[in-house]
């Protein structure tokens, strides 16, 4: 529930009817907002309001894709087995690969070989995004994010995304691995802990989120993803509203099978360094 915020600094500034005849109820209603420790359930200015109405309605759409996937128990217990043994297996076999890959990062460009980012994972019951730290074979030189803001114009997707295909900041391991999903692999440890899941819509930023409408915060009605339709649909070659259609069809349709199809189109991508054809068909979703 929204809270009355108020202050109690605003106490002494009311004026006082014994001091001053002509203060009239207006100008009283006009002094600093008294704030007080206990919590109601109503907002204490106009603008709060309508802040509280605007938040609403951006999480309604999303509560109703999330009440219609927390129906699908089965699914949901089958997903999560899968994605606990599928991960544990892929560690184990890529523990040697990944060391030697440390290694050559480090030797490039100077620095920890993985990459740490906060992202958001799900939306909470508050209405506020749920972060986790979500880790990568770093494939751009140290510092890089302090870098970004100087290539904001050079931006080549519209919405609340940045991507740039010849992005000066990445080094040549990591031209390879990302053509190749490999600087994805660390992930797998974020599916294993339960952040991720194998299949699902690609986890974005909490900048991104911020500047997220009602339909495209529907994408987190469900846990992200190492790998989906957008990462074998085309990846930096369709843009934000192409990559929330993309997640959202896989929202309304997705099961074991749809789940298995990806992951073998995903293993294509790897070998090809090129996305798959996703098929996208609307009239095909379910509700």
Known sequence: MPTAEFSAAGAANVPSASASGDVNAADAVQADVVPADLRTPVAGTRDRAREEERSVRRLTLMRSAQAFDRERLGYRFVKRGFDIVFSALVIAVGLVPSAVLCAAIAVESPGCPLYR???VGRIGADGRPREFTMWKFRSMVKGADKMKDALLAENEVEGPMFKMRDDPRVTRIGRFIRRHSIDEFPQFLNVFMGDMSVVGPRPPLPREVAQYDEWAMQRLAVKPGLTGPWQVGGRSDVDFDDMVRLDLGYIARRGVMTDLKLILQTVAVVFT???????????????
């Open 117 to 119: 980012q906060r992202r």
């Open 273 to 287: 360094g090129k996305g798959a054809a996703y098929e996208l068909r609307p009239e095909t979703w379910t509700r």
